[in-house]
Nanobody
């Protein structure tokens, strides 16, 4: 059973940057797709970005394009989410997840981490 562990959350001010990490226990970097989602209190879980282990193909939600960067380090079995110019409305629990195909739909991801809290103060 693959497990995902996120880290890197914290309290920052508006305009600051933060980098999240997600380590997988999968020996074969499978499933191939790793995604980041976020969920604010009282709101639905929202797609942020996704990347594939094999090709490095990426996808971003329109709201984060140009500010967030998803990357992977296969040797470290780690996916990163670099978040720049954060805004207070981006305060949420950030989750990483994995699935076998490229998708933005949360229900299609099969394994989830425990989440890491990101709080952006104004």
């Amino acid at each position: 059973q693959v497990q995902l562990v996120e880290s890197g959350g914290g309290l920052v001010q508006a305009g600051d940057s933060l980098r999240l990490s997600c380590i997988t226990t999968s020996r074969t970097l499978s499933p191939n797709v790793m995604g980041w989602f976020r969920q604010a209190p009282g709101k639905e879980r929202e797609f942020v970005a996704a990347i594939t282990w094999i090709s490095g193909r990426t996808d971003y939600a329109d709201s984060v394009k140009g500010r967030f960067t998803i990357s992977r380090e296969n040797a470290e079995k780690t996916v990163y989410l670099q978040m720049n110019n954060l805004a207070p409305e981006e305060t949420a629990v950030y989750y990483c997840a994995t699935t076998s195909h490229f998708t933005r739909i949360a229900n299609e991801y099969t394994t989830w981490g425990q989440g890491t809290q990101v709080t952006v103060s104004s």
